[in-house]
């Protein structure tokens, strides 16, 4: 409770949730005694997509190698503590109230965003943490966005860009969304690219950084993988590693994987051999990123033989991915969707992406939170689509609904993070 009454009273310091900018950031890291400048081998992942997948294989490889390693992300999906990882474990709750607390009274309610205090509080804890290295997952775009406060890293990751949150830029072309990304990343150091959807957009990265003097290492040109039989073979200049599947469901993991493992061999002066790779690959976990749920309290709601999926996927590019899954499912089986997004996506967009592939979506609110739009008015988006649709009022109701229609069917839950954090919660 204490927890949630200081993340209250953060959220209040400005009247915007976001306002990209860095002054606010830099004045309170100043006053904290600039903790970011004291961080060694930071890892910066920017992109659309897949973020938080580099970031967490990155780390499992990397701790397997015997390494220590702080993280950082954004969102959480079920508790706030997600966000901080020091040393190999999550932050607990006492130290997390004293960490903010701490920020808190430095800060001096002066007017600073929610995400930009909490991220200055991860830098303060990380620099009085030993580790090895320290991977921060960038937050909206990264040009002003307040995990770009670094004088130098060893390497800047570019995950698959796409269009997302174009409410926050003048025009919200991709153009401008690349830029906002990738003009800002730190020269003098290492650049890894992973897989884009176009060649388009690889060729408007390269255009952006052309003038950054880090070195290159280019997926498709540099490393590539292979799917095999029993995982994929990634391949690189120096020759090629037989892996296992990942841990992870989805095609779209193998480019995610990839783009991290190219990056660890890049980073040659930490020791990571294939054997490091091969086990860590088995231990990587990610929530809320195509997550059978395949116990727990909600499968009180469904029959036995109703597949659960739950996703956080709620961009166009997202849901290209993730149809592409879809269709890897079992044939015989419907699949029905629970659907429930921001208000500030772009729902039209996301919802096309599945017509043809549904027999049904149910549209919901989002739970404990504000700014999400309301199931009436998504159900009328989906229904002028041309996919059947209909409301619920809960999540649980909406699973009861579909196992009584159909005991056989695949029930896939997408459309937003905060959606999967209160599925994972009510689990």
Do not use: W
């Amino acid at each position: 409770m204490k927890i949630k009454k200081i993340l209250s009273r953060l959220l209040r310091l400005h009247p915007k949730s976001i306002d990209l900018s860095l002054h606010r950031i830099q004045r309170l890291l100043k006053s904290l005694n600039n903790p970011e400048k004291k961080l060694q081998n930071c890892i910066q992942v920017v992109g659309t997509n897949g973020k938080f997948s580099i970031c967490s294989t990155l780390r499992e490889i990397y701790e397997t190698a015997g390494y220590k390693v702080n993280m950082h992300i954004s969102p959480s999906i079920r508790k706030f503590n997600e966000r901080y990882y020091f040393s190999g474990e999550q932050i607990n709750d006492d130290r997390l109230y004293e960490l903010l607390s701490e920020v808190e009274k430095v800060n001096k309610g002066q007017p600073i965003t929610f995400h930009e205090i909490v991220t200055a509080a991860f830098f303060l804890e990380a620099a009085r943490t030993k580790a090895h290295l320290n991977i921060l997952e960038a937050g909206l775009f990264f040009r002003l966005d307040a995990s770009n406060v670094l004088n130098n890293n060893i390497a800047s990751i570019i995950s698959p860009i796409g269009v997302d949150h174009k409410d926050f830029l003048k025009e919200g072309t991709i153009d401008e969304i690349i830029f906002e990304k990738c003009s800002k990343l730190l020269d003098g150091s290492k650049i890894i690219i992973s897989e884009q959807t176009s060649l388009e957009i690889l060729n408007k990265i390269n255009k952006i950084i052309r003038s950054n003097s880090s070195k290159k290492i280019i997926s498709g040109k540099d490393f590539k993988y292979k799917k095999t039989q029993n995982g994929f073979d990634f391949i690189d200049n120096l020759g090629s590693l037989s892996l296992p599947k990942p841990n992870l469901l989805g095609d779209h993991q193998y480019v995610n994987v990839s783009t991290a493992i190219a990056t660890v061999k890049e980073l040659d002066q930490f020791k990571v051999n294939q054997s490091h790779i091969i086990t860590a690959l088995s231990k990587i976990k990610t929530e809320g990123r195509l997550q059978k749920i395949s116990d727990g309290k909600l499968r009180n709601y469904v029959s036995t033989n109703n597949e659960v999926i739950l996703d956080g996927g709620h961009n166009t590019l997202a849901a290209s991915v993730l149809t592409k899954y879809l269709d890897t499912l079992d044939k015989n089986k419907k699949i029905y969707m629970i659907l429930g997004m921001m208000a500030n996506k772009n729902h039209t967009e996301f919802i096309s992406q599945f017509k043809n592939k549904l027999s049904l979506i149910i549209a919901v609110d989002i739970p404990n939170q504000e700014n999400f739009i309301k199931k009436e008015k998504l159900n009328q988006i989906i229904e002028t689509i041309g996919i059947k649709s209909k409301t619920e009022s809960s999540i649980q109701s909406s699973l009861q609904f579909i196992a009584k229609k159909d005991e056989n069917a695949i029930i896939f839950i997408c459309g937003s993070l905060y959606l999967c954090g209160e599925v994972l919660n009510l689990n």
